[in-house]
């Protein structure tokens, strides 16, 4: 079985940083690219960032192009989302994600993405 799990969402305030982890178990994690996306209350889930199988490769959507940064530890079975300089408009909940496909800069929609986390909740306080 499947199991993404998300942590290390929180309330923080503006310009403030959050580090989220997103552990998975049940799959070859090395096989699969991961992202980020987020769903703010009352909006359609969103692209955050994605990274390829042997992280070479990353992409971010323009709204947190230089301000957040995906990694991952491929020993861990484990992703991240380090986000820096936070704004209120980042105030979402941040589910992980990960897809079997072949990772480009296009794999960026939900029907992409094979098994998802729970999601963590962020708050930015302005």
């Known amino acids: 079985q499947v199991q993404l799990v998300e942590s290390g969402g929180g309330l923080v305030h503006v310009g403030g940083s959050l580090r989220l982890s997103c552990a998975a178990s049940?799959?070859?994690?090395?096989?699969?690219?991961m992202a980020w996306f987020r769903q703010a209350a009352g909006k359609e889930r969103e692209f955050v960032g994605s990274i390829s199988r042997n992280l070479v490769g990353t992409y971010y959507a323009d709204s947190v192009k230089g301000r957040f940064t995906i990694s991952r530890d491929n020993a861990k079975n484990t992703v991240y989302l380090q986000m820096n300089s936070l704004k209120p408009e980042d105030t979402a909940v941040y589910y992980c994600a990960a897809s079997a496909r072949f990772w480009t800069i296009w794999l960026a929609r939900a029907t992409d993405y094979d098994y998802w986390g729970q999601g963590t909740q962020v708050a930015v306080s302005s």
């Open positions: 049940g799959l070859t994690f090395s096989n699969y690219a």
